[in-house]
């Protein structure tokens, strides 16, 4: 099919979305001017599309720009029917599944109530639907995804609980309709959570997750229709089942696994639920974060979503304005989002506001309001709208697998961190009340509801500083118990260490750093040693890497971890002072840190005229584990000291007012253990 063709086929598509738009508008507004200015409206529309269709570009992929923020005052476009922003969570819509008990996941999808279903007509196979939503054409033309080039011989996993009947067949239906290629032989399998293609589950039945199934896998195939689809079915929805789905997704080779499910808080135990289902190195595991708005701390904030292993997503709005065809997408008011009290923050997060795992990482469309369409005819009568962030989850794995392979050893959750600039922004919404307010609100960079933003294109989720393998020597090996091998990246200067490495042997020389990675002095790094109380790494500046144990060193043969493990690379890293602080005051020099024998040791001096008193961040591997005080000398005051938190927030603080403190603060002397 040529690609003129091919552009003609959305322009109808696009048209015939339209005229369901318009007709709505006509049948539900019957004064005359509504009726001139529909039809006014449908000709300017009728023309936008035939250009776009001659030059061979969709219509909704023009006007990208990197950032999407506030609602225009024009009203706004969805294939359900416009409407305006004050309009918003007008609609209906309810959860399809029920509330989940403790120890139990509910999935995460949201219905409309108010677009009756409908069969695909038997005569029209290949009749894209109109009115039920978001088809393939835009979600790829809003994210700017290469999906028809990319993802070919990649498999997508989905996880859910018990059996869809009629999911080869709806998935089928849904394929056909939109134009997409069909799925022959491998391009859709159905297991059980043992891998297995029989026994099934028992059928869905009145749980509905079919209706969940339908959106995993209709979401895949609109994102990467090249893809191969794994549909695993959990026997219930307790997480010991859904976990054993996940591990069965990657013993099958997928390498994207999305999980569009989750509790309703945390809980105690589920650090081992990480460790048993959710820590997989080298495979993008995506997650619901939640369609319940924001929620600090246990109470709300959703698992495996708040897991550090997995890639976290929240949702979005996603609207054209009908003026100017464009994408606009702000924040969901109901997407879940928060800050974790019982997950460790992974080394690349950097946000000050949480001092433990932030959810999210990123985003895609979850609004029901501006819900995809899906296909479902074992519960439902055809085609519906969907939404929730259900329907984020199958889009970003998705978008991994478009973008290719996970590099080994890594987690893909870090990828979107390192090319923040590849993502859309979204600065605009809220999903609730909170402080600091970015855990809640959007705003330019990173926020909690939307994390770096949506996908632009496919860069954001690829590796860009690649991970440089650790060789273990003295019999010592790597990556035992089905842990990452041992590896080393750097970020902002500083060493990350991954992996894990045992040895049975007595020798503690456990491997040699390559020179790129060996610090200007000797450091000491804590570790993670099984059957010892404490820990850690001797790294020398000749790269010698020497485990060493609070006990005797056999005690820590069996097993030693390396992720969270880092240090500075170089002699001095900068502190950039913010908020108003200048560095090098009257003659000194620049402030900066470095890392001596397992000791921060701070230089140089700071000064404001303003009244705030957060003055630098301390990057990742130089930020101590629990707050510490650190004294200072400061100008005008008796007694001086830095607050420093564990979030890397570093506070000059005075005895008596702060003001008397802005003049001058010396760094020279000042030092913590991390």
């Known amino acids: 099919m040529s ?74 476009h969805h294939p359900i029917g416009a409407y305006s922003a004050a309009a918003l969570g007008k609609h209906d819509y309810k959860r399809v599944c029920a509330v989940a008990p403790p120890g139990h996941a509910a999935c995460m999808a949201l219905i409309r109530t108010d ?11 290949n009749t894209p639907p109109t009115g039920v939503g978001y088809g393939p054409p835009t979600l790829q033309s809003a994210y700017k995804l290469p999906s028809s080039t990319a993802g070919s011989g990649q498999t997508v996993a989905v996880v859910d609980a018990f059996d869809d009947p009629h999911a080869a067949a709806d998935l089928a239906t849904y ?77 099958l080779g997928a390498k994207f696994v999305s999980n569009s499910y989750g509790t309703s808080g945390e809980f105690s135990s589920e650090l081992t639920y990480d460790s048993q289902y959710y820590n997989h190195p080298g495979v993008a595991v995506t997650a619901s974060a939640g369609d319940a708005g924001y929620r600090n701390g246990g109470s709300g904030v959703s698992y495996p979503a708040a897991s550090r292993y997995v890639t976290s997503v929240g949702g979005t709005s996603l609207f054209i304005p009908l003026r100017h065809i464009t994408w606009t997408e702000t924040v969901w008011p109901l997407t879940g989002s928060g800050c974790s009290v019982v997950e460790a923050k992974p080394w690349w997060q950097t946000d000050t506001g949480c001092p433990w795992r932030t959810g999210n990482d990123v985003a895609a469309v ?169 820990g850690r790494l ?64 701070l230089k140089g001096a700071i000064a404001t005229t303003g009244t705030n008193p957060v003055a630098f961040t301390l990057p990742p591997g130089l930020r101590p584990v629990t707050n510490v005080w650190v004294p200072v000398d400061l100008c005008g005051a008796a007694n001086g000291r830095l607050d420093i938190q564990p979030s890397g927030t570093v506070t000059v603080q005075a005895e008596n007012s702060f003001s008397a403190a802005q003049c001058f603060t010396s760094l020279d002397g000042a030092s913590f253990v991390p």
Not at 175 to 197: D, T
Request: with cysteine; aromatic share 6%.
């Open 115 to 125: 677009v009756p279903s409908h069969r695909q007509p038997a005569g029209a196979p």
């Open 538 to 601: 001797d790294i020398q500046p000749s790269g010698t890497v020497t485990v060493q144990a609070e006990k005797s060193f056999s005690s820590a043969q069996c097993f030693t971890s390396l992720d969270g493990a880092s240090y500075a690379l170089t002699a001095k890293v900068p502190l950039t002072p913010v908020n108003g602080w200048t560095g090098a005051p009257f003659g000194t020099s620049q402030p900066a840190a470095t890392l001596v024998q397992g000791v921060v040791q």
């Open 175 to 251: 394929r056909a309709a939109w134009g997409l290629p069909p799925c022959g032989s491998g391009c859709f399998a159905k297991v059980n959570q043992h891998g297995q293609a029989s026994p099934l589950p028992a059928a869905a039945g009145a749980t509905k997750w079919d209706q969940e199934e339908s959106l995993d896998v209709d979401m895949v195939s609109a994102i990467c229709p090249r893809c191969h689809i794994l549909l695993v079915e959990a026997n219930s929805t307790s997480l010991s089942d859904l976990g054993q789905a996940v591990n069965a997704a990657v013993g």
């Open 366 to 534: 979850a609004d029901p309001n501006t819900g995809v369409a899906i296909y479902d005819t074992y519960s439902l009568g055809g085609w519906a709208t969907f939404g929730g962030t259900s329907a984020a989850s199958p889009i970003i794995a998705s978008v991994y697998a478009l973008a290719g392979t996970p590099t080994a050893g890594t987690y893909p959750s870090l990828y979107p961190y390192q090319h923040t600039s590849s993502l859309f922004d979204v600065t605009s919404g809220s999903n609730g009340t909170c402080s600091p307010a970015y855990l809640c609100t959007a705003g330019p960079g990173y926020d909690g509801p939307t994390g770096w933003g949506t996908p632009r294109g496919t860069a954001a989720f690829t590796l860009r500083d690649a991970l440089t393998p650790l060789q273990p020597l003295n019999g010592w090996t790597g990556g035992p118990f089905g842990t990452a091998q041992p590896a080393a990246t750097v970020l902002s200067g500083i060493v990350h260490l991954h992996g894990a490495i045992a040895t049975s042997g007595t020798n503690s020389v456990a491997f040699t750093l390559p020179a790129a990675l060996r610090p200007a002095t000797n450091v000491y790094v804590p570790v993670d040693l099984c059957g010892a109380a404490k």
């Open 3 to 76: 690609k003129l063709h091919q552009a003609h086929q959305l322009a109808r598509r696009g048209v015939a979305s339209a005229g369901h738009q318009i007709r709505n508008l006509m049948s539900t507004r019957r004064s005359g001017r509504r009726t001139i200015r529909a039809v006014v409206l449908l000709a300017c529309l009728l023309g936008s599309l035939a250009a776009l269709a001659a030059s061979g570009v969709p219509a909704s992929a023009a006007g990208q720009v990197g950032v999407r923020g506030a609602l225009p005052s024009a009203r706004l």
